[in-house]
């Protein structure tokens, strides 16, 4: 079950592309927290994710120890 919190927080997250191209990418960008993520959305549907570099490192590391394990 959804609560509202986290529905109210999956639709902050979506950001139209339209702002991207009205020059608020820098401004996007800067608001983004440890934990947040944007979801760019073309066409009323989802096209892109934008996470802080702390958030993708941790999921380079963790699909790289994934791929040891497979391997392993």
Not at 19 to 32: C, D, M, P, R, Y
């Amino acid at each position: 079950m959804t609560s509202k919190s986290s529905v109210g927080t999956m639709l902050n997250s979506l950001v139209p592309i339209s702002h991207l191209n009205q020059g608020k990418a820098a401004k996007i960008i800067s608001s983004l927290g440890p934990d947040d993520v944007k979801i760019i959305v073309k066409n009323n549907e989802p096209m892109a994710a934008i996470i802080p570099i702390s958030r993708f490192s941790e999921l380079i590391e963790a699909e790289e120890l994934l791929r040891e394990k497979n391997n392993g």
